[in-house]
């Protein structure tokens, strides 16, 4: 009989596809089957993520949970960023925890679950060129990493830390692991990094200096393959080859996340963002401008230490020009080993809510005017997944969420859809013959 896995991913896509690597190693040493239910498996995976305290507060809690629950002689291992960075005081916190490993050592895993107390979470481990073997969670979308790491320092990231450098995957590794997906049915590649538009700087070897916009024109050369997207440019690296390539390559999706993180110039220099407000403002009006049905996404911070209310006026003044599609934002959070961790002018926490809600609140306004303007309009949409209630949903090109009523023969089919309703986080539409 298989044994049973139970693998929980926290975090970012990031974390999604190192999870399904982890699958396909572990599978490739012994068959194992995937469970949602934790109290039948044989393995305990939780894939963490560091990037704000909350979820790590959760983990000691969830383990302990895991713990009190699982079948007898099932193991326990704990991977991912808070692997990376709390190392072996994991398993000193929960001594029943079996194995540590760490965000840049996925690699490793079958080894790890055969040896008790193995810690592994050297960030300097290079597996950028490591053919990991076969698995994906989904047939229709396949992320596909383009680096490891991050050479940044912002200043409030612990990625750094847990990730260790930045090194690119070679281009022919990328395109051929787009020609697997596209031959196992998927029309969509989904590229990871956290910088993606930095590609190419740095290989581990010898290989093609290729950079992102020809990484991007060769992975869009792939036959069958028929959507692009990628996640995260940096604002540094938006060159205007870049947005062109973005701008006029049909296969590429056009909906982009660039984090902001501030509007102010002067909180920027203090995160080590590179860029100014002006800078930031100019390559959107150009990618707008080039690129008029391109939905924009950002992050952004309030409360970062120092922040005055001017400095915040800026990040609203910011969002009011832009008129971001969706935005993610958060309250600052020290993280451990990060410079800001050290600042002292810090920001009090109720001044932060109140920001966070007034940036909130306008946000919403503008999500319900650009979902409202949907209507009546045709979008061609990718069906992933089917609902319980008659729908069946899917990702615009410009990635808005949208349902028809349908069943499952629509799966993995790319339709034209006219939408007649609109709600915050969602479209609803008819299909169109
Ligand atoms: S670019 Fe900055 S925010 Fe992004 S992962 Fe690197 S250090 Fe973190």
Redesign the pocket.
């Known amino acids: 009989m298989p044994k049973k896995l139970f693998i929980e991913t926290l975090g970012c896509q990031m974390n999604v596809r190192d999870s399904e690597h982890m699958i396909a190693e572990l599978n490739a040493k012994e068959p194992y089957e995937l469970t949602t239910d934790s109290t039948e498996a044989d393995l305990i995976i939780i894939n963490t993520c560091s990037v704000r305290e909350r979820p790590v507060h959760k983990l000691f809690s969830e383990l302990g949970l895991f713990n009190k629950k699982k079948k007898e002689g099932a193991k326990i291992g704990v991977a991912g960023c808070t692997a990376s960075h709390l190392g072996k005081d994991i398993i000193k916190r929960a001594p029943y925890v079996n194995f540590v490993l760490g965000a840049r050592n996925v690699s490793k895993i079958a080894e790890v679950v055969e040896k008790d107390k193995s810690v592994e979470i050297d960030i300097n481990y290079d597996e950028s060129d490591f053919a990991f073997k076969d698995f994906r969670s989904s047939p229709y979308k396949a992320f596909i990493n383009i680096s490891i790491g991050?050479d940044?320092?912002?200043t409030f990231?612990i990625?750094?830390k847990t990730r260790g450098d930045e090194i690119s995957i070679p281009a022919e590794l990328i395109v051929n692991e787009v020609k697997k997906s596209v031959a196992n049915g998927a029309k969509e590649v989904f590229l990871l990094g956290?910088?993606v538009n930095n590609y190419g700087r740095r290989f581990s070897g010898e290989h093609d200096k290729v950079n992102f916009t020809e990484l991007l024109r060769m992975v869009s050369k792939v036959d069958g393959l028929e959507r692009v997207r990628f996640t995260?440019p940096?604002p540094l690296h938006m060159d205007d080859e870049f947005i062109e390539e973005f701008a006029t390559n049909d296969k590429i999706c056009k909906s982009m996340h660039v984090?902001l993180q501030s509007g102010s110039t002067e909180i920027l220099k203090e995160m080590k963002r590179g860029y100014t407000q002006e800078w930031f403002l100019n390559r959107i009006e150009k990618l707008r401008a080039m690129s008029p049905e391109v939905s924009i996404s950002t992050d952004i911070i309030v409360g970062f230490p120092g922040e005055s209310d001017a400095d915040f006026e800026e990040s609203m003044k910011v969002a009011k020009a832009v008129k971001f599609e969706q935005m993610f934002s958060f309250k600052y959070s020290p993280r451990p080993h990060t410079e800001a961790a050290e600042y002292t002018n810090v920001i009090d926490s109720e001044v932060a809510s109140e920001r966070l809600l007034r940036l909130q609140t306008f946000q919403d306004g503008v999500v319900d005017e650009v979902m409202r303007v949907q209507v009546g309009k045709t979008h061609e949409v990718y069906f992933e997944l089917l609902r319980s209630d008659g729908f069946i949903s899917g990702r615009s090109d410009n990635n808005f969420l949208v349902k028809v009523e349908g069943s499952e023969e629509l799966l993995g089919e790319i339709r034209k859809v006219r939408i007649t309703d609109a709600a915050r986080m969602s479209l609803t539409g008819e299909l169109l013959a």
């Open positions: 991050c940044k320092s912002c990231c990625v750094p956290q910088n995260s940096h984090p």
